[in-house]
């Protein structure tokens, strides 16, 4: 029988949600981790088993999980619960939290400097992993986007971790500087059609394509404009909040900016503006729906300073022709003395016959609908803020 | 033996409870203990200590004999108390909210 298992991060802990196709009743387990950040947990579409989880602390630094058995049972991989700690010749194995950026002469790039928030130069430092990426064909392999931003890669199951240092040292990166959440790389898009290409966003730098896989990127931002930056349509520097794609149309690309929602046909080579008649176009997560690749789902928020929805109702936005014309989803949704977020990270769908949308706020609520957005219903409302949400469609 | 005593979380990922006893080659130094922590328990590494620069983690101190020695160099040597095994070596998470 089809089911949903809804992958939940949240600022003190991973929960799992799981219902049968109907998607009435939930399961809630967790926490997981409990205590601990968990900016991300996904699948691998090849194992929906397979999960990877991404546990930080201001603490205690970067940890690295993963699950065989969908989030019942967890371990760091390479030590995991009750095998020795070292190998025979005495040597520790745990390196799945180690993310070092690679300053190699053979392979990496040098240790340089971005912006900082006032503009001034500065160090270049890993604090954590945003998200998490499995690959479409091997469950072994896992991307991770890191802040400061980089795109690393574990080919064996997240024991070992290593820099795709082509994209930080594309030569903009000096020219890069955090967004208000830090300067993460907060997704990685995987195109279905060519394992070669890939897209990636950072806040605030903007989209860079790679087209050999990984090796060499360029940017992706032309047609944005960012009245922040000295020069608006500058070639890097935008703050990308998240991209969005479906996979029978790898060219077609859906983005929630800073301020504005943009589109792109031609796989990033340049981008539209969108926003149509929404009532505010700043916010978080862009979603596509899992049938209709032009069916795309946002969540408006009042500004960049004020983040909650305009006059305290919660709505979600969907356009079905692919941006400019969009409805409000209100239906079971709080409409007055709503002030939560949704984070970008925070909405996702499934792709049962009637398309599930999920998504989670700051106040701990998770909404999910199993009618395209037309209605909706709280499936847990107390949890910790959430950080983001994952949706597996189980057979 | 030395005896360490760890932050919850980071027992939590150990897999231990209370304190945890181990053995230090050498001088008795904040060095030493905590590479004598990551050879034992590897999941620790990157924790307490950056895996590169080997510098403290910003929010974690050390304590021994009712003494501060997060800033101590790491080759200086710990009280003796603590060598002996008599009195435990302390990981702290600084209180920062959260």
């Known amino acids: 029988m089809s089911g949903v298992r809804l992958l939940v991060g949240t600022k003190k802990g991973a929960f799992v949600l799981t219902s049968d196709g109907k998607r009435k009743k939930w399961d809630i387990s967790g926490p997981q981790f409990a205590g601990w950040e968990i900016y991300h947990v996904k699948g691998s579409p090849v194992d929906p088993n397979r999960l990877y989880a991404s546990q930080c602390s201001g603490w205690f630094g970067q940890i690295i999980q ?10 760091q991989p390479g030590t995991p619960p009750g095998e020795p700690v070292t190998t025979p010749e005495g040597m520790p194995k745990g390196e799945s939290n180690k993310f070092v950026y690679d300053t190699s002469p053979k392979t990496g790039k040098p240790l340089t400097t971005h912006l900082w928030y006032d503009g001034t130069p500065h160090p270049w430092e890993f604090k954590r992993v945003w998200h998490l990426e499995p690959s479409l064909t091997d469950p072994n392999t896992v991307y991770a986007g890191v802040e400061d931003a980089a795109l690393f890669r574990s080919s064996d199951g997240g024991k070992t971790w290593q820099e795709l240092a ?13 967004g208000a959440g830090g300067l993460g790389l907060h997704t990685i898009l995987l195109d279905p059609s060519n394992p070669a290409r890939m897209f990636i966003a950072i806040s605030a730098a903007g989209v860079f394509r790679t087209d050999d896989a990984g090796k060499t990127w360029r940017p992706a931002n032309r047609g944005l404009r960012s009245e922040f930056m000295p020069e608006p349509t500058a070639e890097v520097g935008h703050c990308v909040h998240r991209i969005a794609m479906h996979p029978s149309r790898p060219n077609m690309l859906f983005m929630q900016k800073h301020w504005d929602v943009m589109r792109s046909d031609d796989a990033g080579e340049s981008w539209r503006e969108v926003s149509g008649n929404l ?6 997560p862009i979603e596509v729906h899992a049938h209709e690749p032009e069916t795309i789902y946002v969540v408006p928020i009042k500004s960049d300073s004020e983040h909650y929805p305009l006059d305290g109702r919660l709505r979600v936005y969907r ?14 949704l709080p409409q007055r003395d709503c002030y939560v977020n949704v984070l970008r990270d925070a909405m996702a769908v499934d792709s049962l016959d009637s398309c599930g ?5 700051t106040g701990g609520q998770v909404y999910g609908s199993a009618d395209a957005g037309d209605s909706w219903a709280p499936i847990v409302r107390d949890l910790p803020a959430v950080l983001s949400v994952e949706a597996q469609t189980l057979a | 033996m030395i005896r360490v005593v760890l932050p919850p979380h980071l027992r939590t990922l150990a897999c231990v409870g209370g304190e945890v ?56 040597p710990l009280p003796e108390a603590v060598a002996a095994g008599a009195e435990p070596f302390l990981v702290v998470g600084a209180i920062a909210g959260g």
């Open chain 1, 66 to 75: 993963r699950s065989n058995d969908g989030g019942k049972t967890w371990e």
């Open chain 1, 166 to 178: 082509g994209l930080r040292g594309h030569g903009s990166g000096s020219k890069w500087q955090p």
């Open chain 1, 279 to 284: 009532p505010t176009d700043f916010g978080f």
């Open chain 1, 319 to 332: 356009s079905r022709k692919g941006g400019n014309e969009w409805e409000a989803l209100t239906k079971g």
């Open chain 1, 357 to 361: 949308v999920y998504f989670g706020t």
């Open chain 2, 21 to 76: 006893e181990l053995e230090v080659k050498g001088p008795v130094t904040v060095g030493s203990v905590l590479d004598a922590i990551e050879v034992r328990y590897p999941m620790l590494r990157g924790t307490i200590r950056d895996h590169v620069t080997q510098r403290r983690r910003p929010f974690v101190r050390f304590f021994a004999c009712e003494q501060d020695v997060s800033h101590e160099p790491p080759d200086a």
